[in-house]
């Protein structure tokens, strides 16, 4: 099993940055292959906003968020950050992380992640 917490969350001003954080902990290895980020604002879906390859060299981002949002991670740590720049009052929502041990093709579809982090609010005021 693997275990991920989300931190970094919070109140920010529109136009102002936020960093979160995901790490990753529990049986890891071979076991976080794509890792992403997804959000859900209240009373919609969970969406896709961004996720990356093992590797890192592969990164793909939602239309909504391309060019404000950028995500990385550090295998060796465990963690997955997503950077959230010039923030729009859109973007609050609960973040949340996901990963999964088996390869796919696709990124942006919530039932391809098999582990989840609880979320963690983002807030952002107009």
């Known amino acids: 099993q693997v275990q991920l917490e989300e931190s970094g969350g919070g109140l920010v001003q529109a136009g102002g940055s936020l960093r979160l954080s995901c790490a990753a902990s529990?049986?890891?290895?071979?076991?976080?292959?794509?890792m992403a980020w997804f959000r859900q604002a209240p009373g919609k879906e969970r969406e896709f906003a961004a996720a990356?390859?093992?590797?890192?060299?592969?990164?793909t981002y939602a239309d909504s968020v391309k060019g404000r949002f950028t995500i990385s991670r550090d295998n060796a740590r465990d963690t997955v950050w997503l950077q959230m720049d010039s923030l729009k009052p859109e973007d609050t929502a609960v973040y949340y992380c996901a990963t999964r041990n088996y390869y796919s093709g696709r990124y942006n579809y919530t039932e391809d992640y098999n582990y989840w982090g609880q979320g963690i609010q983002v807030t952002v005021s107009s």
């Open positions: 990356i390859s093992w590797s890192g060299q592969t990164t």
């Open positions: 529990g049986r890891t290895t071979g076991n976080t292959y794509t």
